[in-house]
Antibody, heavy 122, light 111 residues
Framework: EVQLVESGGGLVQPGGSLRLSCAAS????????MIWVRQAPGKGLEWVSY????????LYSDSVKGRFTISRDNARKSLYLQINSLRADDTAVYYC???????????????WGQGTLVTVSS | NFMLTQPHSVSESPGKTVTISCTRS????????VQWYQQRPGSSPTIVIY?????PSGVPDRFSGSIDTSSNSASLTISGLKTEDEADYYC??????????FGGGTKLTVL
């Protein structure tokens, strides 16, 4: 069964940094695009970032552009999110998810991790 | 940027049928596929409908999806409601300039 396990969350002061990780198992990691989605307490889902299977293409939401960096290590089957200059409104559960793309190019998110909580507070 | 608007909450009794709407603010709802995700309390999202009306394996056929171009909206219909269907439901779509757009979510209460 496909598994995605996030780690690296915690309590950090405003302006601080964290590196989130997402460990993948039981599928060929390099064949799949991946995304990060976050969910503030009691709020809805917000897409944060995307990375292609090779890591050569990345995208960010406007709210995190310039502060967050997505990357991956296909040999380690791991996805990362470096988050800098943290603000209170970055407080959220951060999920990694696998992006399934069919032969026609359409895509959806078929597996999600359990999430890791990032709390930004002094 | 376009938005997807969902009702904040809906409620229905066990055994009944409920429909959750998702209205696209600009651009045609038919231009890009719509997905639906279920998020039970304390759990991660799981996909229940993809490409407007397709059910992943393992999702009961009580769940169905559709789009209506006249109202520029998508709908998730759950029939034969069970208490286990109580969850938040999110629609999601995209366009060439916005790779992922989620609706605000709808809390389904089965009472």
């Amino acid at each position: 069964e496909v598994q995605l396990v996030e780690s690296g969350g915690g309590l950090v002061q405003p302006g601080g940094s964290l590196r989130l990780s997402c460990a993948a198992s039981t599928f060929t990691f390099s064949n799949f695009e991946m995304i990060w989605v976050r969910q503030a307490p009691g709020k809805g889902l917000e897409w944060v970032s995307y990375i292609s299977g090779s890591g050569g293409a990345v995208l960010y939401s406007d709210s995190v552009k310039g502060r967050f960096t997505i990357s991956r290590d296909n040999a380690r089957k791991s996805l990362y999110l470096q988050i800098n200059s943290l603000r209170a409104d970055d407080t959220a559960v951060y999920y990694c998810a696998r992006q399934f793309r069919n032969n026609n190019g359409y895509y959806f998110f078929d597996y999600w991790g359990q999430g890791t909580l990032v709390t930004v507070s002094s | 940027n376009f938005m997807l608007t969902q009702p904040h909450s809906v409620s229905e009794s066990p055994g009944k049928t409920v429909t959750i709407s998702c209205t696209r603010s600009s651009g045609s709802i038919a231009s890009n596929y719509v997905q639906w995700y279920q998020q039970r309390p304390g759990s991660s999202p799981t996909i229940v409908i993809y490409e407007d009306d397709q059910r992943p394996s393992g999702v009961p056929d009580r769940f169905s999806g559709s789009i209506d171009t006249s109202s520029n909206s998508a709908s998730l219909t759950i029939s034969g409601l069970k208490t286990e269907d109580e969850a938040d439901y999110y629609c999601q779509s995209y366009d060439p300039w916005n790779p992922v757009v989620f609706g605000g979510g709808t809390k389904l209460t089965v009472l």
